[in-house]
């Protein structure tokens, strides 16, 4: 019986404090477990001593639901990435130091590629100096572009907002009876999962015409000579494309636009490849056209949650201290999709094969043209955005779990 | 017994659609009415003889239902604005020669200022030319500039995915331990009702730190200020401004935007005003920043509509109906809100009250710094934001209706 600390770490989604709900559950339940604290804004949590007591701050059924509701991260986050040890020894040291006073039998950590870097550098710096404290990994990114796992928790939700705005804006977009063109420039730098799932507005009965992922380089001239034949057939044109789209040699396209613009001050800014598309359009095609982010709510819409990546996100937390119990550590835990009707086994990895390594759309869903995404995509991403996840209202608003002392500078 | 005619005009909400179902149920219950015919495209189904028979379309209550989850248009909308009748009477004979051979007894239309000023102008030619046709207004817009209404239908709805999104950012802002200004760019060029509501997020325990509505002449020197000092208390500072904040010479302050910057091909471009404020921080304070513009979601976001919006859409449509059967015309309807726990009554008002004026946020509900609002001002969003309408969802997505030969080019 000893103290267990998690923390959240990377960018936040709605779902990560599901997945910190169903570590608390697992902890109440676990023998090994005595006390859970809750690292603040994650890994310098430790190093300043700034820990939440979770069994005191959720004690019942009913807290950890509304912590499963609540977007962003309660515990605060952080974008600190550990040094090799051999570049600092006593940063590690410092850290098991603290493990070593508080008698913390494990360690679990929430995040995304490079939390899953921290884990896998802890263990190895543990393990070599023989240290007791079990260290374990727990999935969450919007990008969804983790190596490991079926899908990560928190894309489902994004998706499912994505999907949700895209189809309430193909609505609003038809609506007027002239030629006009809308980009929707949607989260992913790397890997396009969030953008494809802008195609299921079509499961709905509207959604976008051209889609363009980073998996594919982009042309300008393709892109245009494909909005040209959108418009032959149709007035309204809906476009989704990834923040992170590349030129064949490799260019962000939203670069173009941050080398050509100029704010007041005379700065060149990223004005963002929406812009770059939308500025393209006007130019080349002249027709009405209009760019959107959708920005950060693609994040933290959890009042649009997905019921199955918030039932997911909660069990795969509780499936992580369970692995504890059984005695690993070194490990990440992922989700592998059965055959046949939609349903997840839940295995451990060790934190070594994620390392340095994403996880890309496969070009053989992507649509030869490089325009739009192929029916196995939309199958692979339809069952997570179904359900809607249980929401809070109070007073027309959602209701958010906090915790004293909220993500703020102390 | 005879025919009428509804239609939808102007920016769509996400709840026009229910003022129309709200239209529908009320000509069915109507002695009056024999066939409602929705008019594709606002005035132009009109001119261009292209109209859907609405009781076969909605033929029950649960269609009824659906059309009021459905967010944007469902006739397709028109920015059409008439010119005078001495300067185009043949526009206007024409019109009434339609009406004629249809029989049309009444013509509703569902929209905001502009269409309006339709409304005057139809109404008006009409009487003077001794024709028989009654001419109702109905109004609508996010915006709540609208005279004559205590508030407009649409943006109750508007209002609630503002509060909620802002809330959600506001969580999200704070994950980190360090200083970030995030600027939210908010529709409402003329007025600032829309961005007021950012403030009710404070309802669910984080909203922004700072609001700037156009109703105030905004100052960049003031803002940066403003900016410095929440800083100096806290590290996370939401702000949420008005696209139409104007200096105080008048110049909208993102325009300073449009005429610095310009893009790939060497063109200006409006770049708006979250831009503008996000480089005057970087550069005049140097920490961490980024714009965020709702866009719009603002209007259409139908999978978050107040259940109060909603509800009121619909009821003042059918109330439009009942006037018109009782003789009513050259009128629109609008809400009077009773003292004490909130409730309206629902009173016609001459369309000629309404012509040319606009309906501005008072000055003594706004924060005499300019740089927030008023509790009174909480007070009044507070009640149209309450209840979640009813959604429909299949496949993980909300479900809209449609019409054949949707809003496109015909």
Redesign the interface.
Known sequence: MSIAVVGQSGG?TAAINATLAGVIAGAKSSCHIQRLLGMR?GI?GILEDRYTDLFEAFPNGDALDLLSA????VL????KKLPPPDEDAALYEEIFRRFEALDVSAFFYIGGNDSMDTVRKLYHYGREQGKPTAILGVPKTIDNDLYGTDHAPGYGSAA?YV???M???A?????????AV?IVEIMGRDAGWLTAASA??R????GPDLIYLPEVPFSMEGFLRDVRQVLAR???VLVAVSEGIRSATGRYIGD??QS????????R?L?GVG??L???V??EIGCKVRQ??L???Q??????A?GVDIAEARQIGRATVEAFDQGATGVFLGFARREGAYAVDIHAHSVDEVAGRDRKVPLEWIAPAGNDILPPLMDYI?PL????APAF????????A?LET?????
Request: net charge positive.
């Open positions: 936040p804004h310098l609540t977007p962003s991260a605060g986050s952080c974008r499912k999907a949700t705005v189809l309430e804006m609505r609003d977009a038809a609506v007027y009876p002239v030629q809308t299921l507005a499961l709905g009965g509207a149709k007035a309204s173009a636009m050509g613009a100029v704010d007041v001050f005379g700065h800014y004005a812009r770059a939308e500025s393209a006007r130019e959107v982010e920005n950060i709510p994040r933290c819409a959890a009042h649009c997905s339809r955005i179904q359900g809607e209202y109070r007073d027309g608003l959602p209701v958010h906090v909220p993500g703020g500078l102390r």
